[in-house]
Every structure is written in C-alpha cells, then in structure tokens.
C-alpha cells in the first residue's frame, strides 16, 4: 500500500486548503484512513478519520466544526477540508491507513509522506 499526500501550503488565518491523499496498491475496502499532523517540537497528533467501507468520520475536538474528511472511492481517494484555519494549525500533515479506525498513530501501518501546512497571522 503506498498513500500519496498533496495540497498543503501556505494560506493566512481564517483561510481554507483542501488535503488529498491518494492510495494504491491495495484493496481499501476494510481500511480506515485517518489525517495526523505534527507541528515543530511537538507529538504526532490524530486530526481525522474515515471508514473507507462505511465513511464513518471521527474528528478531534480541536477540529470539530472546521475540518471535514471525506472521501471518494472511485478514486481511492481521502480528502481533509480544511476551514477558518488558525496560526496553530501550521503542521506537517500525514495521511495514514490501516484495518479498523483508531486515533493511535502508532496502530497505523501505512504512511504517506507528509504535505506542510502553514498558516499565517
């Protein structure tokens, strides 16, 4: 399984960016896909996931209400919208697969390889 990650950048607070994380080499039928990010000098952190069979969504609380996943079958594709986005957001972020949803990083097998989101004040 190999994940792609795209679509970071730079953007000003209140703005918004659109992630895409394509996956190939598998069959993702039974995989949950999640979102983490990581900023400078802190942990990995869970942002988002998604069921690929039933698209059962899962959001961190510090997102709620302004990030949604989504994601698009038959393009084996996970998006993360990214809304009124905040200086604290600025992260790398990672997509990441594997059987069963968890918000654990550590319980992902597959990892793609980060896109950089920076947001300014």
């Known amino acids: 399984v190999q994940l792609q990650a795209s679509g970071g950048g730079l953007v000003q607070a209140g703005g918004s960016l659109r992630l895409a994380c394509v996956g190939s080499?598998?069959?993702?039928?039974?995989?949950?896909m999640a979102w983490f990010r990581q900023a400078p000098g802190k942990e990995r952190e869970f942002v988002a996931a998604?069921?690929?069979?039933?698209?059962?969504?899962y959001l961190a609380d510090s997102v709620k209400g302004r990030f949604t996943i989504s994601r698009d079958n038959a393009k084996n594709t996970v998006y993360l919208q990214m809304n009124s986005l905040k200086p604290e957001d600025t992260a790398v972020y990672y997509c990441?697969?594997?059987?069963?949803?968890?918000?654990?990083?550590?319980?992902?097998?597959?990892w793609g390889q980060g896109t950089l989101v920076t947001v300014s004040s």
């Open positions: 990441a697969a594997r059987v069963g949803v968890s918000s654990k990083s550590e319980l992902y097998d597959y």
């Open positions: 998604i069921t690929w069979s039933t698209g059962s969504t």
């Open positions: 080499g598998g069959s993702f039928s039974r995989y949950a």
